[in-house]
Structure formats: structure tokens, C-alpha cells
């Protein structure tokens, strides 16, 4: 009997991990876009299981070739890029010309690279519930804000 339990519960994990990868946001891949998929890269800290979880997200829904750069800290990123502090999470990707702040959907990702806005890059303070790489669940929309050339910034998008 106790056998029987492991095995089903074993199965209800994989059941339920198989569902979440599944799962995808609005479109399930980048739009096509010239040198794309060479220019990603993904700082976070190699001590964060959360970034870890958003990495594969971003690989597993965005690209594939993507480059995870573990760091014993990432705040000379954020300084070199001019990520506000008041924006700043616990990770941040370079996606060509644009960094790209916290746990971001890629459907503002998909959006960054389709207008190509002249600003440094987008950005979601904290780590929402709910948002990819986070557990819980969704409570509100999340606000992207752009981060302008001069450090100002303001919402962008909500999802």
C-alpha cells in the first residue's frame, strides 16, 4: 500500500510539471528578429533558485541559445546597464542593445523587440507572485515600466 502511494504521487508530480511547461504566454516564441538569438545573456547569481527557474523559462519559451552567466553578485550589471535601483530584481537579461529587469512574461519581451523603443531596456521591480520563475498566483497586473536613456522611467505595459 505504501508503494502504491509513491507511485501515484510520483505520477501526479509529473503530470503537473509536464502542465507547466506547457503552459506558454501569448505566442510561444520570439518574433524573428536579425541577430536575436546570438545577443541574449542572463545574469543572475548563482545562489538564486528563482532566477535559475526563470532562465528556463526564458530558453524553454524564448531562445533556446540563451547564455545563463552565474555571478557571486550582479550589481555591476545593473550599475554598467543603468537599471534603477528602484526597479532592480534579482536578475537581469541583456537582449541585444535592451536589458531586460526581473521576472518579465517575454509576451513585454516579444513586444520590446517588435517595436524596438529608444529607451536602455524594461523592467519589473520585486518578484511578483504569480510571474514566471515565482511561485503563488497571479494577483493584479504586472507593470513593465520603461527605463529611459536618462534613468527616468514610467509603465510601459501591463500583463
Same mark, same amino acid.
Given at each position: 500500500m505504501g508503494k502504491r502511494k509513491y507511485v501515484w504521487g510520483a505520477l501526479a508530480l509529473i503530470v503537473v510539471v509536464g502542465i507547466f511547461l506547457s503552459v506558454s504566454p501569448k505566442g510561444s516564441s520570439f518574433p524573428a528578429v536579425d541577430g536575436f538569438e546570438k545577443d541574449i545573456q542572463i545574469f543572475k547569481s548563482s545562489s538564486c533558485g528563482c532566477c535559475g527557474i526563470y532562465a528556463d523559462y526564458f530558453q524553454r519559451k524564448g531562445n533556446s541559445g540563451a547564455k545563463v552567466?552565474?555571478?557571486?553578485s @550582479?550589481?555591476?550589471i545593473?550599475?554598467?546597464y543603468g537599471v534603477p535601483s528602484a526597479l532592480?530584481?534579482?536578475h537581469t537579461? @541583456?537582449?541585444g542593445d535592451y536589458f531586460v529587469e526581473g521576472h518579465i512574461p517575454l509576451e513585454a519581451v516579444e513586444k520590446l523587440l517588435t517595436e524596438k523603443p529608444d529607451i536602455k531596456g524594461i523592467a519589473m521591480s520585486g518578484m511578483p507572485s504569480g510571474s514566471p520563475g515565482m511561485p503563488g498566483t497571479k494577483s493584479g497586473d504586472f507593470v513593465v515600466y520603461a527605463v529611459n536613456h536618462d534613468g527616468s522611467f514610467g509603465e510601459w505595459m501591463r500583463i
Amino acid at each position: 500500500m505504501g508503494k502504491r502511494k509513491y507511485v501515484w504521487g510520483a505520477l501526479a508530480l509529473i503530470v503537473v510539471v509536464g502542465i507547466f511547461l506547457s503552459v506558454s504566454p501569448k505566442g510561444s516564441s520570439f518574433p524573428a528578429v536579425d541577430g536575436f538569438e546570438k545577443d541574449i545573456q542572463i545574469f543572475k547569481s548563482s545562489s538564486c533558485g528563482c532566477c535559475g527557474i526563470y532562465a528556463d523559462y526564458f530558453q524553454r519559451k524564448g531562445n533556446s541559445g540563451a547564455k545563463v552567466v552565474n555571478l557571486p553578485s @550582479i550589481d555591476s550589471i545593473k550599475e554598467n546597464y543603468g537599471v534603477p535601483s528602484a526597479l532592480q530584481s534579482c536578475h537581469t537579461a @541583456i537582449v541585444g542593445d535592451y536589458f531586460v529587469e526581473g521576472h518579465i512574461p517575454l509576451e513585454a519581451v516579444e513586444k520590446l523587440l517588435t517595436e524596438k523603443p529608444d529607451i536602455k531596456g524594461i523592467a519589473m521591480s520585486g518578484m511578483p507572485s504569480g510571474s514566471p520563475g515565482m511561485p503563488g498566483t497571479k494577483s493584479g497586473d504586472f507593470v513593465v515600466y520603461a527605463v529611459n536613456h536618462d534613468g527616468s522611467f514610467g509603465e510601459w505595459m501591463r500583463i
